[in-house]
């Protein structure tokens, strides 16, 4: 993580706290973005399949594979990272 600016006394908890807490919300917005844009590739995808598009079809399969490699990957990163014990050393 970054550099500490309060190293001892009451405030270093709550400094990780704070920091903990900033990164949890971008993580989960980021998170939130790419469930909007899956659902969203998967309304598309079956929009494709009525038109029988097979182009079409084929890059809106392929957004999807990609959105959700994102989302699995991103699950399994985080829980890596949040039971990492040498996280603030």
Not at 3 to 31: H, I
Request: negative net charge.
């Amino acid at each position: 993580m970054s550099k500490k600016f309060v190293n001892v006394g009451p405030f270093r908890k709550s400094e990780e706290t704070v920091e903990n807490f900033a990164a949890d919300m971008y993580y989960y917005w980021c998170l939130n973005e790419t469930v909007e844009a899956l659902n969203l590739a998967q309304r598309e995808y079956k929009a494709a399949l009525l038109t029988k598009d097979k182009a079409l079809i084929a890059a809106k399969k392929e957004e999807l594979h990609f959105y959700e490699s994102v989302i699995t990957s991103a699950s399994t990163i985080i829980d890596k990272f949040k039971t990492y014990d040498g996280l603030n050393d």
